[in-house]
Structure formats: structure tokens, C-alpha cells
């Protein structure tokens, strides 16, 4: 399956090396960079590694983990590419998840003015996330994303066979993610996505879901790529969801990113049902489908404060406002919504009775 963005030409497939090979075949004599973390150049490199181009190519290493989506880290891959001779028509193919796909993108979109980068995600989370919609970038101490450029890659390669050697709970990461889509799209789409049963999907069938919510993230990343506006609706879940990724964090009830956002999705359908009358019914099926999968959280009442707070940082605050995203119905988006304090320990105080 190929998808045409106005950005990148994207493939979703079975057979990588097929179409790696052929799409390396049309950047013939480019010097071509290969990063990895510990894992992917275990688990992920020996599958592409028969490739002539991919075996000749310099690889380049850096340690896995949000900790290391660095300066540092950044720092090293610029070192690299500057060291092993990488020159403007260099080529940096970004093997691994969401934090390769980012910090590889921004390396690459920054190093000598810019070089061409190649996405090959390689968890669930990546492949319908952060590999396509040209969001770039890398943390600043603790600050995510902090810096960074959208700019998108040459190639996105999508193989949802890599998903073989995940956990069930990054599985499930890129499933919240894909289940924002098709709340934020529509309820056809919705309900032919909750009628696959994740834990048990083939990878044939996956990539047909991955290829819609790709799509679906593309109709909303090609009317506003530089997110002013209706890219916006991608951030439904976000909110209330960083907020319970950051409470969590470091802690012994960390919780994956998807996992933060189905619950994030979990309130701000509740606050979408008190600002925006989006209907009873359609939320309590959806809370119960969400909470079916994802483990409620638990949460005391010092942890409301906590979050109030953190909601009070997140970037997609501006200026007073926190910017919610919300729904009036499934697909029907509306941006840019306020919530005040009361209505926050409302909504926390329904999540907590569930
Ligand atoms: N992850 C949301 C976006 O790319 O806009």
C-alpha cells in the first residue's frame, strides 16, 4: 500500500526489505546513516541488514528511553554524520520508535542546513504517531519536545510485522492512538476499529488499520501542518493524558504514552459531554469499551492538585487559555476550548467514581 501525502510517500507493507530496497535503488549514491538504539540494532537492523546499501551503510547508536531524546544524544548523531562524512545529499534512515523517528528527523532537518531522512517506525506507536506529520524535535532537560522543527521525512516504510517482538502494553500505546483517530473522525470509523479485537490481530489486518489512521491523521496534518488550527483536533486525549504520563513518570506506576491518553480520552470525553453535549450514551459505551482495555488509574485526591498543575504547564497552553480539544459528537471537533478549575476537579472526581 502506498500513500502520497503532500509531504512524504509513504509505504505500509509486509515486505520491508522489498521496499526499502527499491526505494534505496532511487537514491542511488547517497551516503546513507542508519540510527538505532540498543534494541532496534538487535531486534530490527539483522531484518534489513541484508540490504547491500543497509550493511554498508554507518551506524549510528544511541541508548533508548525518554531520558535520552537529549542534547546530548542529538549531539552525538550530529558528531557522527560530521565525522563519518556525511555531506548534503546524505542520507539518515531513522530505525525505531517514537523517540529515533523525532530525534533522528530533527538531527537530520538541522544537520548542515538539512538532509533527507527515511522513517522506518518500529513500534505501533511510531508507525501511526510520530513517524509521519513532520513533528521533529527532542526534550530540553525535562521539558518534551521542547525544541524542534516540523519537517517531514523523504519516506515513512511501515512494516507492522516489527510489532512481533513488542510487549502487549506497547501494542496496546499505538492502539490509543489509533482509537483517537477514529473518535476524532468519525463513528463508522470508530466502530469498525473497536471491532477488531487488538490483543489477538494479524499483521494483515493491522496494517489495513494502521493505513486508515494514517490517513486520518494526514486529512488533519495537510489542512494545517504547522498546527494553528484544525491539527489541533490530534491533541484530543492530550491534555488530561500528559498529565497523567507526567504524574506517573519515574514512579512505580508509570504508565505508557497511549495508555495516558486513553485515559487523557476518558476525561475529555466527559469534559467534551459538559462543555460541547456530546451525548451520554456515546460516552458511557466508549468508557466502557476504553476501560475494558486500559487499566483504570488510580488516583488520590493530592494527585488532583498535581495535575491541575501540570495541565496548567502543558505547551498547548496559550497565553491564560489551556486549549482543550473537544468533541461535539464523533468527528465533530471543537478546538480551542477552556475549562475552568471546578470543572476540572469535576471531571477528575467522575474519573475517580468509575
Ligand atoms: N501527535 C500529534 C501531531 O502530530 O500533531
Request: proline share 1%; net charge negative.
Amino acid at each position: 500500500m502506498k500513500i502520497n501525502t503532500e509531504f512524504s510517500t509513504i509505504y505500509i507493507s509486509a515486505e520491508i526489505q522489498q521496499v526499502l530496497t527499491e526505494v534505496l535503488k532511487k537514491n542511488q549514491n547517497r551516503k546513507t546513516f542508519v540510527l538505532v538504539d540498543e534494541n532496534t540494532k538487535k531486534h530490527c537492523l539483522p531484518i534489513i541488514n541484508s540490504i547491500v546499501e543497509i550493511d554498508s551503510s554507518e551506524i549510528i547508536e544511541i541508548k533508548s528511553g525518554e531520558k535520552n531524546k537529549s542534547i546530548k544524544s542529538l549531539e552525538k548523531v550530529w558528531t557522527m554524520l560530521s565525522e563519518k562524512g556525511a555531506d548534503r545529499l546524505s542520507l539518515l534512515i531513522n530505525l525505531g520508535g517514537g523517540i529515533i523517528c523525532d530525534l533522528g528527523g530533527f538531527a537530520a532537518s538541522t544537520f548542515k542546513r538539512g538532509i533527507d531522512f527515511i522513517n522506518i517506525p518500529t513500534t505501533l506507536l511510531s508507525q501511526v504517531d510520530a513517524s509521519v506529520g513532520g513533528k521533529t524535535g527532542v526534550n530540553l532537560h525535562e521539558l518534551k519536545n521542547e525544541i524542534g522543527v516540523f519537517n517531514h521525512p523523504k519516506y515513512v516504510l511501515i512494516d507492522s510485522s516489527f510489532n512481533r517482538t513488542l510487549e502487549k502494553d506497547h501494542i496496546l500505546s499505538g492502539w490509543a492512538e489509533m482509537l483517537k483517530h477514529s473518535l476524532i473522525f468519525d463513528e463508522k470509523d470508530w466502530l469498525n476499529v473497536i471491532s477488531h479485537d487488538i490483543k489477538h490481530i494479524g499483521f494483515k489486518e493491522l496494517n489495513k488499520l494502521i493505513a486508515r489512521s494514517i490517513n486520518i491523521k494526514n486529512h488533519f496534518v495537510e489542512q494545517d501542518p504547522f498546527e494553528k488550527n484544525i491539527r489541533k483536533a490530534l491533541n484530543f486525549g492530550h491534555t488530561f493524558g500528559h498529565a497523567f504520563e507526567s504524574l506517573f513518570m519515574n514512579s512505580e506506576s508509570e504508565i505508557s504514552h497511549g495508555e495516558a491518553v486513553a485515559h487523557g480520552m476518558i476525561c475529555e470525553l466527559y469534559l467534551s459531554g459538559e462543555i460541547c453535549n456530546f451525548p451520554a450514551k456515546k460516552t458511557n459505551t466508549a468508557v466502557t469499551y476504553l476501560l475494558n482495555i486500559y487499566n483504570k488509574v488510580e488516583l488520590n485526591d493530592s494527585d488532583f492538585e498535581n495535575i491541575i498543575v501540570l495541565i496548567g504547564h502543558d505547551k498547548k497552553k496559550e497565553g491564560q487559555n489551556i486549549n482543550f480539544t473537544l468533541l461535539e459528537d464523533f468527528g465533530k471537533i471543537k478546538i480551542n476550548q477552556n475549562c475552568d478549575r471546578e470543572l476540572l476537579i469535576k471531571t477528575l472526581n467522575w474519573y475517580k467514581s468509575l
